[in-house]
């Protein structure tokens, strides 16, 4: 028994000492390597990076911002890097598309597509989710939801809305935690971070009635609207309507 018990401990201290392992020294080598002209090298370092680091919570907006701008900078010197990306990206939208995949896959995909600059066809695979498989489409409509409303698709944004006040809620809720997450700890208190806090709200907010508009639900568009002016008055927020309206 006891010997069972140390073995437990040894996998569990040896996992947590493998992930620990992974952060950004790893983007500095691969950028190291790349500058060095090693560039096959770099990128094996980047595709094992963006593996290894799904395992590390901690490194979850690195994995998708950082180091997916390192990637597409080794892509400029090293063609190859591009199409393994493009590879990644196009795995991630098979799984979905064959109803195998779930939201790390399409937060993956979206990602990558961003940086590629082929938005687009984040676009267009969240539609075709959404016509094979709404569920998994459910799970991933935030991701989504910005390409939707550029595109005014808003009857299938109205699918994901099952009630417009809870909605809102979330979205007041989200300003809320971020700034206790600012009253909290000090390094998160910055201009910056207050800035960025606001300005999702107001966006989130008016696109939130912009959606409703394009429904045809203006009574609830004003109530979510005399709301949010309660809660945070702010010249954006009471053009919204309007803005839409003129469209």
């Known amino acids: 028994m006891k010997t069972s018990v140390l073995v437990m401990v040894m996998v569990v201290c040896l996992s947590a000492s493998v992930f620990a392992e992974v952060g950004l020294p790893d983007l500095e ?42 990637w597409i900078k080794l892509s ?54 959404h016509d094979k498989y709404p569920k998994i489409a459910r799970r991933c409509y935030q991701i989504a939801k910005d390409l939707l409303v550029d595109n005014k698709e808003y009857q299938i944004c109205g699918k994901y809305i099952i ?40 966006k989130n907010t008016c696109q939130l009635i912009e959606i409703l508009i394009g429904l045809k639900k203006k009574p609830e568009a004003e109530e979510i609207q005399k709301k949010a002016l309660r809660y945070f008055d702010h010249d954006k927020i009471k053009r919204a309507i309007k803005d839409t309206e003129q469209d």
């Open 29 to 70: 080598e691969a950028r190291k390597l790349a500058e060095d002209g090693k560039y096959e090298e770099a990128l094996q370092k980047h595709i094992w990076f963006h593996e290894e680091s799904k395992k590390s919570p901690g490194m979850g907006g690195v994995r998708l911002s950082f180091a997916l701008y390192s």
């Open 76 to 129: 400029e010197k090293y063609p190859p890097a591009k199409r393994a990306l493009v590879d990644i990206r196009d795995k991630n939208e098979k799984a979905l598309l064959d109803g195998t995949g779930d939201f790390s896959n399409f937060h993956d995909l979206s990602a990558i597509n961003k940086h590629l600059k082929e938005e687009d066809k984040t676009y267009k695979s969240f539609k075709a989710l």
């Open 163 to 202: 009630d417009p006040i809870m909605e809102y809620e979330k979205i007041r809720y989200m300003r809320e935690l971020n700034l206790s997450r600012m009253r909290t700890n000090s390094k998160r208190s910055t201009p910056r971070m207050r800035q960025y806090t606001d300005d999702l709200f107001i």
